[in-house]
């Protein structure tokens, strides 16, 4: 893959599938876009080794409300290789939809990244699950099945989630030993200054903790461990 929000949610007048992370909700732009960059997007860069799931789905957010559909979806998968799962059921709603320009509805893929979504018995996702495949024909429901087999390898938490805390500990470690050093840290686009270390790493702990909020076989009290 190429590179690394939580977001509060809205509903949106769906036809019964109304949760969906706020900040995916704004698809339409209202300015002429802009390429992202530091300047204009407002993602915290310094998330983007440590929490890429977080720092990607932030990426999604800017080229939807800035109309690049395409590059908000690909961001979207790339959050959803990070195990996300708010990108992974903003997936799901867009496919399912399909009132995105650029991007047609596809039920049985809308269908797979409702499923994974719904991994960690949140109870919105599993919800919005229910409803998208009692609305659904039994031919898409097949359909479905044989791309979530598939698409489990990659974006299932067994696998992307232990990639995405394997990553998270392996870029906190040093941060971790700065901050028992007493040490300070700079992490770009996270603060204008160096920051006490202790203060960084608990506050980037509090984020993986929402981050990975749910995921079997972790703990989640100081530096995050894969059992």
């Not at 047609?104 to 269908?111: K, M, V």
């Not at 949140?122 to 979530?148: N, P, T, W």
């Not at 608990?202 to 461990?225: C, M, R, S, W, Y």
Request: glycine share 8%; aromatic share 10%; hydrophobic share 40%.
């Amino acid at each position: 893959m190429k590179r690394s929000m939580k977001a509060a949610l809205v509903l949106l007048a769906l036809h019964g599938l109304a949760c969906v992370p706020a900040a995916f909700a704004d698809s339409q732009p209202t300015k002429p876009a802009v390429l992202a960059d530091d300047k204009f997007n407002n993602c915290n860069r310094g998330l983007e080794q440590i929490l890429p799931g977080d720092y990607y789905a932030c990426e999604a957010r800017y080229y939807f409300q800035n109309g690049h559909n395409s590059h908000g979806a690909e961001e979207l998968e790339e959050a959803a290789y990070w195990a996300n799962k708010d990108a992974q059921f903003a997936l799901g709603l867009m496919y399912f939809n399909g009132d995105m320009d650029g991007i047609p509805a596809n039920r049985p893929l809308a269908l797979a990244w409702f499923a994974l979504a719904a991994e960690r018995n949140d109870f919105d996702h599993q919800r919005s699950y229910a409803i998208a495949r009692a609305k659904s024909s039994a031919q898409d429901i097949q359909a479905s099945e044989v791309l979530l087999k598939k698409m489990t390898r990659k974006y299932g938490d067994k696998v992307a989630g232990l990639r995405a805390m394997r990553r998270f500990n392996h870029e906190i470690a040093p941060l971790e030993d700065a901050a028992n050093t007493g040490g300070i840290v700079y992490l770009r686009g996270y603060s204008p200054f160096p920051e006490d270390a202790n203060t960084v790493v608990n506050q980037l702990h509090a984020e993986a903790d929402k981050a990975f909020q749910g995921l079997i076989g972790t703990v989640t009290v100081g530096p995050l461990q894969v059992r």
